[in-house]
Structures are given as C-alpha cells and as structure tokens.
C-alpha cells in the first residue's frame, strides 16, 4: 500500500510540474467565458463555439448567413467561400492569406479554418467589409455588430431608422421578399416573351431593377410550376411557360442567369419548387412531355379536383421530388430552398375526393388509424428527409415553407389561434408546428393574407400565434404579406396604408425577421401609391 500511495504522488507532482510548464508555454490556458455576439441588439447564436486564434475572432459561416443575412456560398471543391450583400463580394479561400473584395486582393492575418466540420470566418475582417461596426469587450468576451444609423441599448435605441419607424424591420439585414411566380406566366416570363430569350431576360433584369428600388433584397423564384423546370433537368420536363410548348429547350439556361442577375443586384435568389402538383390544371396526360412523371409513373399519380397530382403516400414518389429539389441544389449557387403550400389539395370534397386509399392500405407500415394522421406524417417525413437532404450537401443553404396562414383554430384545438378559416393541419395535412419544433426548417413564412378588419382570421391574431410558436426554437419567421389585395373588395383592403400597418405591427416582435409579398407583379404595379409608401418605409426616399 505504501509504494501504491509514493507512486500516486510522485504522479501527483509530476501531472502539477508538467501543467505548470504547459500553461508558461501557453499550451494551457485559463477557463475563459464563452464569447458572445449581437447584431443591433439581437443575439446572434452559433452551432459552433467562437474563438479567438492570433487576436482575432473566429465565427461559423452559418453565423454570416443566417445572422447577419448575407448570401454565402461554399464550394467545396476549391475550398472557396462567396459571401455577398448589399453589392458587395467578398471571395476567401481555405489557407489563403489573401481576400478578394469587389475584385480587389485585401491581406488576411489568419485564413480561413475548418472546426467541427464548420468553417470559420473572421468576423471583423467580413463584417467591416459588409460596413457594420465591429466593437470587442474583452471584459464580457461580447462581439457587438451594428449597422449604420442604429444608435444602441444605452436609453437612446428604440430601434427607429431613418424613415421615422418604431423596430428593426426597416434595417438592411431584414429580409425582405418577393415571390415571382412563373405557374401560369403569371410574373416571369411573361406569356409575350415566350420563345424569345432576350425578352425573357430583359424583363426579368428590369423587374430586379425595379423590385429593388422599392427595398427588395430577395427574390423567391418559382423554378418547378408544374413537375417541370426552369432549367435543364435529368429527371423533369422544360416547363411549356418558357416556349409555350412542354418539354420544348429554351435554349438558354433560365436559372442560371436569374441566380446571375440577382447576385449582381445584391439580392438573395432562393429557389421556389412545388412539390406535389402536377399540373395547374387539366388531366389530360396527351399535352405532356414523354418525360413528364404523369407518363413515366401514372401509378404514382392522383386525380383531384381537375388537377393531377403525385402522391404523397407513395415513398418512391417523394424521393422522387427530392431529387428533383437536389439537382438544383447541387448544381446552382441558390441562397435557398423554398416550398409552397401546396401539399395535399385544399379543396377536397366528397364528390371530388383524392383517393388515395389504395396507398393508405400499402403503405401504412406505422399502423395509423385515420387516414389524415397518416397523411401528415407523409408530408412530415417529406419534409424532414428533404431537410436532411439539403443539408448534407450544403449545410449553409436554407430551407423553408410557406405554409396557409392558419395552422389550426381554437374551436378545434386550444392551442390554435383566435381564427375560423380553413386551417392547413386539417386541409392540406401541413403540421407546421411539427416542422418547427423538429427542426426540419430554418425558417417559416406563413401566408398571412388577411387584414385587421378580417372577422375570421385578424391580421394580428394570425401574426401573434406565429410569433409565439417559432419563440425560443431558432426558427426565423417571415411574414408572407398580400400586396395583391390592395384595392380589393375584401374588407380592409381599400388603401395601401393596410399593408404599412401591417409592417409596423410585425415590429413588435423580435422572432420576425422579415416579409415576403406576394406576389412581384402587384408590388410593381404600384397599388394605391404603394410603391411611394414602401421606399419610405425603408428609408429610399430623402
């Protein structure tokens, strides 16, 4: 027993000698506090703990995309980081000691690193070139970002901005959206332009222009209408919007000079599929391409509501989709993945059901009882292997829904909102609340398309049920907003002011982190002087 006590002090000793020695050496350090970072008074929150390497502060890419708004791209290959906003690009390479900025070669002191399977930025280096403050408190180890014009939290802040508004949302690191919708030529390209790329282009080029003259920083772009697509595809059609003619090659890549256009405007470009349906309308499956899934899997498709549809019970159907959805992200710089909400279809009735039963009997190997339980886990699952799917490939990228503005209502579940309008959980099978608590989105837009005065579903009442369901889960929530309404009969609806109220409402509530019209056609078409109100609600006016 004695040698056994000798040999564990002189273990002792030794383990006190050598920690001594490593820490003059600076192997060891002393516990810090974890550092902390803000961006105009908001926490920015990291998956990967920041730290300091040779005096500077190091940051997950994700922390630049999905924190300070930036679009950021990885290629994995090259081992490139792009980040852009604002018209400013910013290019660094794993290990250089180099930086491009607006094509000029800038000295980095440490280059970019890879912790965790994440890589790290310096966030000076790349916050200062996105013209925020950067202020380091060693003290309490805080990193604070501002934009210019905030004023901060010392009793000055209230979150006002140049235009007079009351939050945050007016600030140039909200996101602030609009859908162009291409299902029918309904915004881009126009059914004049089809056929003709120059005019397809030059109309897409001045609708940027003109968006982002009215405060638009991101475009949410329907590339998949219908089955089909806006770009060349191994697995689905050329969409007939593009030369009237399914199937038919544009002869030129749409989606790759509308990811161009948009990053040379500054703005995001996120890519808009809907998944499900299959044509806009009409089942008559002869006006197809021969590649059109309809033809290729007529097993896999559902007749409803004079539409086609595939199948969401049908597992080799939603890989399907997902695939499609893959192609995309793998092969074009998008700034994200974006869903409608176009699941099972909202109008079935009795005398036009989608009948679906003969997959419920197949493929219910989880033994639900009621064919709608079964129903939302199909799309719950959909949407989870999709999420997983993105990820793996491009952790950065986000992914999210834009779900009906009602989730469920209080007659049928307590913890619904205040509403009475058809609810998305019950008609479209779409269990929003699962995405967010699953944490299967990086973010939710519900289409909240009603105004104050709406007795079934008030503005206020939706938007406060949403803030409160994404709080405290890292899911971001933007507003899906109607500017199409204005000037329409629907109660409320009879001046642009409707639309600007609602903005300043979404002020009150930290969870949102932005808007996103629908759709670009009706912004642009200026209703009730609604474009004059807008740039001066951002601040584009003097």
Avoid: C
């Avoid at 805080?142 to 235009?163: A, D, F, K, P, Y």
């Avoid at 859908?179 to 609708?207: C, E, H, R, Y």
């Avoid at 995405?435 to 909240?448: C, E, K, L, T």
Wanted: aromatic residues 10%; neutral net charge; glycine residues 8%.
């Amino acid at each position: 027993m004695r040698y056994w006590k000798k040999a564990i002090t002189a273990l002792t000793v030794l383990l006190l000698v050598v920690s001594a020695a490593a820490a003059r050496q600076g192997i060891v350090e002393a516990a810090e506090a974890a550092i902390t970072m803000e961006l105009d008074g908001m926490p920015l929150t990291s998956d990967v703990a920041p730290y300091v390497k040779s005096n500077r502060t190091f940051v997950p890419l994700r922390v630049v995309s999905e924190g300070i708004g930036a679009f950021v791209d990885w290629q994995a290959a090259s081992k490139t980081v792009t980040i852009r906003q604002n018209g400013i690009t910013i290019e660094m390479v794993m290990g250089s000691s180099t930086a491009v900025v607006g094509g000029h070669s800038m000295a980095l002191d440490v280059p970019l690193q890879s912790v965790s399977g994440r890589t790290m930025v310096p966030i000076r280096f790349v916050s200062e070139q996105l013209g925020l403050n950067v202020d380091w408190n060693q003290d309490s180890r805080r990193i604070t970002l501002t934009t210019s014009g905030w004023e901060g939290s010392g009793g000055t802040n209230n979150g006002s901005s140049s235009n007079g508004s009351t939050g945050v949302l007016a600030g140039s690191n909200t996101l602030r959206g609009a859908w162009i919708a291409s299902v029918s030529n309904l915004d881009w390209p126009s059914s004049s332009s089809k056929g003709n790329t120059a005019k397809q282009k030059q109309q897409f080029t001045d609708m940027l222009d003109n968006l982002q003259a009215q405060g638009i920083n991101a475009v949410f772009v329907q590339v998949r209408p219908s089955a089909d697509a806006l770009y060349p595809s191994k697995l689905v059609p050329w969409s007939q919007v593009l030369t009237g003619t399914p199937g038919k090659d544009p002869g030129y890549d749409p989606l790759a000079f509308m990811i161009e256009e948009a990053h040379n405007h500054g703005m995001q470009f996120h890519a808009w599929f809907n998944p499900f349906r299959v044509t806009a309308s009409g089942t008559d499956t002869s006006k197809l391409a021969a590649n059109n899934v309809a033809l290729q899997h007529p097993d896999w498709i559902v007749k409803a509501s004079s539409r086609l549809y595939l199948n969401p019970g049908i597992p080799a159907a939603r890989q399907h989709i997902i695939d499609a959805i893959m192609e995309v992200v793998n092969q074009y710089p998008i700034d994200g993945v974006h869903l409608d909400d176009y699941f099972y279809p909202s109008d079935e009735t009795t005398s036009s059901p989608f009948d679906d039963s003969a997959a419920f009997k197949a493929y219910n190997s989880k033994g639900f009882k009621t064919k709608a339980d079964w129903r939302r886990d199909n799309i719950n699952t959909f949407v989870s292997d999709l999420n997983a799917s993105i990820h793996a490939a491009k952790p950065q990228l986000v992914f999210g829904i834009s779900p009906s503005g009602i989730w469920r209502n209080q007659a049928t579940d307590p913890t619904g909102s205040a509403t009475s309008g058809r609810s998305a959980y019950d008609s479209e099978y779409a269990d929003a609340r699962a995405w967010i608590q699953g944490g299967d989105i990086d973010y939710v837009a519900p289409q909240v398309y009603w105004s104050f005065a709406t007795a079934a579903a008030p503005y206020d009442k939706v938007v406060d049920w949403w803030a409160n369901e994404v709080k405290g889960t890292g899911v971001k929530l933007y507003i899906g907003m109607a500017p199409y309404k204005i000037g329409s009969p629907e109660k409320g609806w009879q001046t642009a002011q409707e639309l600007m109220n609602q903005l300043k409402y979404n002020e009150k509530f930290s969870q949102i982190q932005g808007s996103i019209f629908y759709r670009s056609s009706s912004l642009l078409g200026n209703p009730f002087g609604l474009t004059q109100l807008l740039k001066s609600y951002y601040g584009l006016t003097t």
